[in-house]
């Protein structure tokens, strides 16, 4: 099970810190990534963090802005310089690891409830 936490509003241009905990830490052996969904659109790939494939890869539209990272507890999406078109509901989601990496929705496993970013300007 993955639960997300940490959204919330921020002004444009600000930062945001999203948490993704799952049961026991079972994490560590999935690959993780980070969608979201805008109002009327479609869940787009934000970034995954492969157990085979390194590094960490991001879509295009956050890259050098938004960071990935895992610890014991948790893993991490650091935000910063947020836009307004980035107003989302931002999940987490897993997927058993091979060697490639995936960016389609349907290609994952288990997902979290998702939490609310809500960037203003």
């Known amino acids: 099970q993955l639960v997300e936490s940490g959204g919330g509003s921020v002004q444009a241009g600000g930062s945001q810190t999203l948490f993704c905990a799952a049961s026991?830490?079972?994490?560590?052996?999935?690959?993780m990534a980070w969608f979201r969904q805008a109002p009327g659109k479609d869940r787009e790939f934000v970034s995954v963090?492969?157990?085979?494939?390194?590094p960490t890869s991001y879509a295009d539209s956050v890259k050098g802005r938004f960071t990935m990272s895992e610890n014991s507890a948790n893993v991490y999406l650091w935000m910063t310089g947020l836009k307004p078109e980035e107003t989302a509901v931002y999940y987490c989601?897993?997927?058993?690891?091979?060697?490639?990496?995936?960016?389609?929705?349907?290609?994952?496993?288990?997902w979290g409830q998702g939490t609310q970013v809500v960037v203003s300007s």
């Open positions: 989601a897993a997927r058993r690891p091979d060697s490639k990496i995936y960016y389609y929705p349907s290609e994952y496993e288990f």
């Open positions: 026991g830490g079972a994490f560590r052996h999935y690959d």
């Open positions: 963090m492969s157990r085979a494939v390194r």
